[in-house]
């Protein structure tokens, strides 16, 4: 019923930037969280920053100061604008949707995206 779509994952050099979309298609009547969220090899998944309808954001706290959440209301759209990236940034990012299918119902469903590679390499 909804789709996922992530784009702008890639190999970037210590203190470079990418920028993350996460697209949203389908069934859908209202978006309220977003997020992304990070998994390294061996670890497990991660928040690394989250904003709701409201514009609220939260950081993971290895991140504040270099990485900027943003949404588009009107392309469903969420976006990860990563500055000043770190080789402990690689990680496969996901993206993470709650949202309302129809205006009936009172409750959130979640999807996932399948996630971009991003690897941060000289």
């Known amino acids: 019923q909804v789709q996922l779509v992530e784009s702008g994952g890639g190999l970037v050099q210590p203190g470079g930037s990418l920028r993350l979309s996460c697209a949203a298609s389908?069934?859908?009547?209202?978006?309220?969280?977003m997020g992304w969220y990070r998994q390294a090899p061996g670890k497990e998944r991660e928040l690394v920053a989250r904003?709701?309808?409201?514009?609220?954001?939260t950081y993971a706290d290895s991140v504040k100061g270099r990485f900027t959440i943003s949404r588009d209301n009107a392309k469903n759209t969420v976006y990860l604008q990563m500055n000043s990236l770190k080789p402990e940034d690689t990680a496969v990012y996901y993206c993470?949707?709650?949202?309302?299918?129809?205006?009936?119902?009172?409750?959130?469903?979640?999807?996932w995206g399948k996630g971009t590679l991003v690897t941060v390499s000289s």
């Open positions: 993470r949707i709650h949202l309302r299918h129809t205006k009936y119902v009172d409750y959130d469903t979640i999807y």
């Open positions: 389908g069934s859908i009547f209202s978006i309220n969280f």
């Open positions: 904003i709701t309808s409201g514009i609220s954001t």
